[in-house]
């Protein structure tokens, strides 16, 4: 066994981590492989493929090209070229949220600095993401030399001191006696704390030898992260105490359940409890909604209809992986009362307003206490008896103007285990969170960070990810335009998503937490734009719809004739047209942000 210590200093001493040593143990033989396939780019192209990456992101500059050489001559590694940094990032971090870590290559400061803001994005996901950048000559440190791409010092740290406080690791890589050690417990580390980590690499590096490099590989095998038994023992013995003298209890699942990998042990625990259960709003798609106990998205003031009602008058409630920031939570506003709580985080569980139990995982508590408690399914009861089925939207007249709540009626009825749903920052998260999602059927979105424009290169990311997944992306106008660019290496890569372009005129969610002119932007004609960027290479066809007939036609062609292509469908809707939970998040959020200072 290898153990990496991931606080060791190497000789630059730049190398650090925000976390705990990873370990790696060979579970095959090594294979003797060639000096000349001995590099320092080949080591790190088969530690990708090794690990799950088989699709890199990249955008590329001088500082990086020999080693994007070295990564497309590994068989098991495709390059995607993006047009900017910022998608490429997106895109590496859609592609870590389906298959558990992505990979971006840029270069030196311009494109490391470009994508930054996806690094922190993946950050505040928990999604494990590989930041790669080209970094100066490695003869060039300690020279007191002024190099392009820099902001004119002498001084090559701005890069890294920068990604030091959105990664959880960071590797200068300038010299091929630590390389090795440094590149695995980079990778290491990022599986391990489910975060992104940062690897610079000298420009001149890539391509040559080093002993350290002699053998294949080894696979990964990380030590696992083991509950401490005695406080795992009282943390389940004093929940099911908690739980079990409570008369109607429900279950809510977070958007941690992801990175504790607990999504099973928490469904697990619903069936033995038969508590009624629900999601916030970041853990959509993380638990079968067609579990008969499930009662929809718990989100304050905006949740599902008659779920609040249920979480927020039980006696008790257990909340698996949550995270309450003010959007989240609606400005502040949940009813929801600590004493009455059980807080369940990755690795340490809180009981009311005490005790805390530390170093005890999610799923091991999860498990271990659906076998201790009592059935009870008096919370699932009194949904059952309120609940009125949601009514339809009234029907519309002939070439009467499309309204939203009717374009997210077809768009439910397009859902299946092969298809995936990515919702955009703006009004597309609400619509979309009020789709029912089938067993299998994918869905994503980003609310910690709401970074708009990133459902673009989350969509390309996503959709190279699984490839057997037709992907739907709810995209607003505003959003659209920070990245349209790379509909482009969606052509270039064949994929066949649908994209709808929802055209309401502005930046939707803006306006209805603070309305302003700034929130008005240019119109596109952003069919023809599609069309140009297509330019007769690969398989596109796009339309505009502006009535609900022209819809139906629209979703027909792309789910039939045009079931091979990209398929990019302009809805035109009213600028006013919103879903009325916008209305109230954004009335609540509102207030929130304009809370004026305390007394001093």
């Not at 890539?206 to 350290?212: Q, Y």
């Not at 259960?277 to 905006?302: L, Q, R």
């Not at 994209?499 to 930046?507: A, D, H, K, V």
């Amino acid at each position: 066994m290898t153990t990496l210590d991931s606080t060791k200093p190497t000789s630059n001493g730049i190398a650090k981590a925000n976390g705990t040593a990873a370990s790696i143990h060979p579970s095959t033989p090594s294979t003797a492989v060639s000096t000349m396939d001995a590099t320092l780019g080949r080591h790190l192209a088969q530690r990708l493929v090794q690990v799950g990456v088989t699709d890199v992101f990249s955008v590329p500059g001088d500082y990086n090209l020999l080693l994007l050489d070295h990564l497309i001559a590994e068989p098991g590694l495709t390059n995607i070229g993006c047009c900017n940094e910022l998608n490429a990032g997106y895109a590496a971090e859609g592609y870590a949220r389906s298959r558990g870590v992505g990979a971006c290559v840029v270069t030196f400061t311009v494109g490391g600095l470009s994508v930054i803001n996806a690094i922190a994005g993946a950050y505040s996901e928990n999604l494990p993401l590989i930041c790669i950048t080209g970094g100066p000559n490695s003869n060039d440190y300690g020279t007191n030399r002024i190099l392009h791409h820099t902001i004119g010092l002498p001084d090559f740290t701005q890069e890294f001191r920068c990604f030091q406080t959105v990664t959880c690791f960071q590797a200068v890589v300038s010299n091929l006696e630590d390389a090795h050690d440094l590149i695995d417990t980079a990778i290491a580390t990022a599986l391990k704390e489910s975060k992104p980590v940062y690897i610079n690499i000298s420009c001149n590096l890539p391509g040559l030898p080093h002993p350290s490099f002699s053998h294949e590989p080894v696979p990964f095998s990380l030590s696992p992260k083991l509950s401490n038994q005695t406080e795992l023992e009282e943390a389940v013995e004093a929940a099911a105490e908690f739980l079990n003298k409570a008369v109607k209890p429900v279950l809510v699942g977070g958007p941690k359940l992801r990175v504790a990998k607990a999504s099973d042990a928490f469904v697990k625990l619903a069936d033995a409890s038969g508590y009624a259960f629900a999601v916030m709003p970041s853990a959509k798609g993380m638990v079968p909604e067609d579990h008969s106990h499930f009662i929809g998205t718990y989100w304050g003031a905006v949740s599902t209809a008659f779920c609040a009602e249920i979480v927020e008058s039980a006696d008790a409630y257990l909340f698996a992986g949550p995270i309450f920031n003010d959007y989240s939570s609606v400005g502040y506003s949940f009813l929801f009362k600590k004493e009455k709580a059980i807080i369940v985080q990755p690795d340490r569980v809180v009981i009311g307003n005490g005790p805390v139990f530390g170093g005890v995982m999610m799923e091991d508590f999860l498990k271990a206490l659906a076998k201790r408690i009592k059935h009870n399914n008096a919370s699932y009861e009194n949904y059952h008896r309120i609940y009125i089925p949601n009514g339809k939207p009234s029907k519309s007249g002939p070439k009467e103007p499309l309204r939203v709540n009717v374009m997210f009626q077809h768009i439910q009825n397009m859902l299946s285990s092969k298809t995936a749903v990515i919702a955009e920052t703006g009004d597309s998260w609400f619509n979309c969170q009020k789709l029912k999602l089938p067993e299998g059927c994918g869905y994503e979105f980003q609310m910690q960070y709401g970074s708009i424009g990133w459902a673009v290169g989350a969509t390309l990311g996503y959709a190279q990810a699984v490839p057997e997944k037709r992907v739907i992306a709810c995209i607003g106008d505003g959003s659209f335009q920070v990245t349209a660019q790379d509909v482009s290496t969606m052509l270039r890569c064949g994929q066949k998503t649908i994209i709808f372009l929802i055209n309401n005129g502005g930046y939707t969610i803006e306006v209805e937490i603070h309305d302003g002119p700034y929130n008005i932007i240019k119109n596109w004609n952003y069919t023809g734009l599609i069309d140009a960027i297509h330019n007769g290479e690969g398989k596109c066809w796009t339309t505009k719809v502006h009535c609900e007939e022209e819809l139906v036609e629209a979703i027909g062609t792309a789910t039939g004739p045009k079931k091979d292509s990209f398929c990019f469908i302009e809805v035109f809707v009213h600028k006013d047209d919103t879903s009325k939970e916008l209305l109230e998040w954004g009335s609540r959020v509102s207030v929130a942000n304009s809370r004026p200072p305390n007394p001093q």
